[in-house]
């Protein structure tokens, strides 16, 4: 079975906790490739996003982890690069469905919002949890759509 190869970058408010999840990730076995924040001096999260979003989008990576106080910067800087569509994610039920019903490909996590177990164990949910398609498929095709300028039909 081929490894999952992860991007994974925080910010500094998330550089501790992009740190021990590297750790433990690469311990299971995962491929990391760490886009920094290499310290916890004060950053621009949106230059770290850039860096995942476009590694994932150009499928250099499987999937992608980004981590900042809330999740939210960077889950809105990592989805303006096209074919990403990145999640915050503050529990397992949310990264569950951020992947059977929206093929996420980019987890964000929010340091200041959730701890070491709790970001563990929906990191373990996320990368082990499989796209449905079916009807979600459709979904996530107009997304695209819209990510070239097309207008979707709304049914």
């Known amino acids: 079975m081929r490894r999952l190869r992860i991007a994974i970058a925080s910010d500094h408010a998330g550089y501790e906790l992009k740190e021990k999840l590297k750790r433990y990730l690469l311990n299971s076995g995962f491929i990391i490739v760490d ?92 990368l082990t949890t499989s796209f449905e398609g079916n009807r979600h498929l459709r979904r996530v095709r107009k997304i695209s759509q819209l990510e070239k300028g097309h207008c979707c039909t709304f049914n």
């Open 35 to 126: 886009f920094g924040t290499h310290t916890n001096r004060s950053v621009d999260y949106p230059d770290y996003a850039f860096k995942v979003a476009k590694a994932v989008s150009r499928r250099r990576f499987d999937r992608g982890i980004l981590i900042c106080g809330t999740g939210i910067g960077m889950s809105i800087a990592a989805n303006k690069v096209k074919g990403v569509r990145a999640a915050v994610c503050w529990n397992e039920k949310t990264a569950e469905l951020s992947r059977k019903h929206n093929n996420a490909n980019i987890l964000c996590l929010g340091a200041r919002v959730i701890g070491y177990r709790k970001a563990k164990k929906i990191v373990d949910v996320w």
